[in-house]
């Protein structure tokens, strides 16, 4: 338990923080999610359209530091080798 003014102020701002990167984490997972549905049922054009809406969440889920900025590039990476894997 937190004792000093300080230690209860730095409480109050992590769960702060973790509320908003819970929101973001979760923004970024339906992302990629709408992608990977879209490339299991076949559909290209709406996979491309999908990632283009998923690359930038993961890059600025990355830059906020929500997750690696590797791990994003990775994420990013699969994806659109799985949609040029794709028959037209």
Request: a positive charge.
């Amino acid at each position: 338990m937190a004792n000093t003014k300080s230690a209860k102020k730095a409480t109050r701002q992590m769960q702060r923080r973790t509320e908003i990167n819970k929101s973001r984490r979760t923004n970024m997972r339906t992302e990629v999610r709408k992608v990977e549905e879209a490339i299991q049922a076949g559909k290209k054009d709406e996979a491309v359209s999908a990632l283009a809406a998923a690359a930038p969440v993961l890059a600025r889920t990355a830059q906020k530091g929500v997750i690696h900025k590797r791990t994003a590039s990775r994420k990013i990476s699969r994806l659109s080798a799985q949609i040029k894997a794709m028959k037209a």
